[in-house]
């Protein structure tokens, strides 16, 4: 099973997108939810968590305070909120799942078992 990530494209430095990670199989607030992105040549990095427990979050220093992380469990969907974008937020993001983790700091792909396929987004102008 995995999630499904939307919401990517092209967008002006200083604009916004919205990503939606969606689930059909599995019940996404029963999972923390990271969001990670992969730009060409660099590793893959953690942006985002949120909790399935507490909902409590966590950002990354290079996203937080432009970056917002929230559920809704109503459309079994997670929602990462991108403000203020620069071109170096540029990179396919993807969103995973993990039923067995809570996030603390440091957002770590290895943690996670269920990954989707990944949305683009492009910050040019």
């Known amino acids: 099973v995995q999630p499904v990530e939307s919401g990517g494209g092209l967008v002006q430095p200083g604009g916004s997108l919205r990503l939606s990670c969606a689930a059909s199989?599995?019940?996404?607030?029963?999972?923390?939810i990271g969001w990670f992105r992969q730009a060409p040549g660099k590793e893959r990095e953690g942006v985002s968590c949120i909790n399935r427990s507490d909902g409590s979050t966590s950002y990354s220093e290079s996203v937080k305070g432009r970056f917002t992380i929230s559920r809704d469990n109503a459309k079994n969907t997670v929602y990462l909120q991108m403000n203020s974008l620069k071109p170096e937020d540029t990179a396919i993001y993807y969103c995973a799942a993990d039923d067995d983790l809570y996030c603390e700091g440091s957002i770590i792909a290895g943690d996670f078992h269920s990954w989707g396929q990944g949305t683009q987004v492009t910050v040019s102008s």
């Open positions: 199989e599995f019940t996404l607030d029963y999972h923390a």
